[in-house]
């Protein structure tokens, strides 16, 4: 496995590049398998019907990407990733899965990107909005190049609440997370995620940050007693593009 860059910023690509051989490993470990539950859950939240165009930011390993392209034979995914350690391991998988025509893989940054208004039927992003330096910009972006009435599917980790259950889901990411994650990827990311998770501002938070970038927010579902959360949204009616070409 590569050494991470060691003046690689925290959830930077070049981070990521460092613990990719073992990242679904160490995710499916970490959470129990519910990660596979949550996207199944985003895929279903997007309401694709007859649409044919996906874009999933911070794609990853494509485990998203994948999950749409099996529940919708029809739908052709764009995944973009800022780390070509991920987009390396996500290659492999999509030939093992015989998807290398549905789903095309491309470095890219949530924060500029490179396709003209409207240009997707929807837009997704699980585990990733958390580590853009300006989720504004990202944000902006994802109300920009999904179509009018599209859906735009955010699912992150979030800072767990409540009591008895929320302590011990608090104390899990705190303290487990990143010990089990260290352990297993021989690597400190994993601390960075406990930090990551505590910064991210709470549900209701988000969702006005959601609002003031352009989108409606239609769903605000916090799954696994508030771990994860998902967001989605359509582009606002009063929203204007950029005019930016691909």
Not at 41 to 69: N, P, Q
Not at 221 to 241: E, I, K, M, Q, Y
Request: charged residues 20%; hydrophobic residues 45%; contains cysteine.
């Amino acid at each position: 496995m590569a050494n991470v860059n060691a003046g690689a910023r925290e959830g930077s690509g070049a981070m990521f590049d460092g613990i990719a051989a073992r990242y679904d490993m160490v995710n499916r470990i970490m959470s129990f398998g519910l990660d596979r539950r949550w996207r199944d859950r985003t895929v279903r939240s997007l309401e694709l019907g007859d649409k044919t165009r996906v874009l999933d930011l911070a794609t990853g390993t494509a485990d998203l990407a994948i999950a749409i392209a099996r529940k919708h034979e029809a739908v052709r995914v764009t995944g973009t990733d800022p780390s070509p350690g991920m987009l390396d391991v996500a290659a492999t998988k999509l030939t093992r899965f015989h998807l290398s025509e549905r789903i095309t893989l491309a470095a890219g940054d949530a924060r500029q990107l490179d396709f003209p208004d409207s240009a997707f039927d929807a837009v997704s992003i699980a585990f990733g909005i958390r580590n853009v330096p300006d989720r504004g910009a990202a944000l902006r972006e994802m109300s920009r190049v999904c179509r009018p009435g599209g859906r735009v599917a955010i699912l992150e980790l979030c800072e767990p609440d409540g009591a008895l259950l929320g302590t011990l889901a608090r104390f899990y990411v705190h303290t487990v997370v990143p010990r089990i994650g260290a352990f297993l990827s021989r690597m400190p990311a994993y601390q960075y995620l406990q930090r990551s998770i505590a910064a991210f501002p709470s549900p209701g938070v988000f969702a006005d940050e959601m609002r003031g970038a352009g989108l409606d927010v239609l769903e605000v579902t916090p799954l696994t007693f508030g771990a994860c959360c998902l967001f989605v949204a359509t582009p606002s009616s009063s929203s204007t593009g950029s005019g930016k070409a691909s």
